[in-house]
């Protein structure tokens, strides 16, 4: 299947700091991506949907301001969480389809685990 | 999206088939049946997906039922390697999104 490939895989860093995740869909073009959390010993949580091109829509609850998406170009999207704190401590993994030749899948990453200090 | 109602564990014996079931009596006439599975501290890995078909490939076999209102994922020979959360989501294909509920714990045992 595709490969999408997530960056970095973990990461430590203080509050108040700024951390940015990469997306990126190494064998196709991902025209659309989303973005989930998952915190321990639960379920994964929608953040929000990405279209190349265009702003991103969050879901209810999920700050924007907080929480910055871009993706700029079809191979990538890259998440930052700006001013961290410990309960923006997660797993953060994000996922990828495509218009073209289009079977039903999402394709994931392998997700990046983020422990702020 | 219909809801999706799983186990919430389920343990199966190296080697043997896992079938692990899967509950979606909402499901609306489009909306296709997916799995995933979530081995520890990875993405979700796709598995396999069908609309009315009992469908097969290298991983599983998914058997929906007549009546569309439940699914069976079938491991023919679990291995320690199958351990994983698995859930199962309905969903349409226009929407790409898909929502995870909290998905069975599959433990292979030795």
């Known amino acids: 299947g595709a490969v999408v490939s997530q960056h970095p895989s973990w990461v430590i860093c203080k509050s108040g700091t700024s951390v940015k995740i990469e997306c990126r869909s190494l064998?196709?073009?991902?025209?659309?991506m989303f973005w989930y959390r998952q915190f321990p010993k639960q379920s994964l949580m929608l953040m929000a949907t990405s279209n190349e091109g265009s702003k991103a829509t969050y879901e209810q609850g999920v700050e924007k301001d907080k929480f910055l998406i871009n993706h700029a170009s079809l191979t990538l999207s890259t998440l930052t969480v700006t001013s961290a704190h410990p309960e923006d401590s997660s797993f953060y993994i994000c996922?990828?389809?495509?218009?073209?030749?289009?079977?039903?899948?999402?394709?994931f990453g392998e997700g990046s685990r983020l422990t702020v200090l | 999206d219909a809801k999706t109602t799983q186990p919430t564990s389920m343990d199966c014996a190296e080697g043997r088939a896992a079938n692990l079931p899967c509950n979606h009596s909402?499901?609306?006439?489009?909306?296709?049946v997916y799995w995933y599975r979530q081995i520890h501290s990875q993405g979700p890995q796709y598995i396999i997906h069908g609309l009315k078909n009992n469908e097969t490939n290298e991983m599983a076999s998914l058997i929906i039922t007549e009546d569309r209102k439940s699914s069976t994922l079938i491991l023919p020979h679990a291995t320690l390697r199958d351990t994983a959360v698995y859930y199962c989501i309905v969903s349409d294909t226009g929407r790409r999104a898909l929502t995870f509920g909290s998905g069975t714990r599959l433990q292979v045992q030795p």
């Open positions: 064998d196709f073009q991902a025209t659309t």
């Open positions: 909402t499901i609306s006439g489009n909306e296709y």
């Open positions: 996922s990828a389809t495509t218009t073209e030749g289009y079977t039903g899948e999402l394709f």
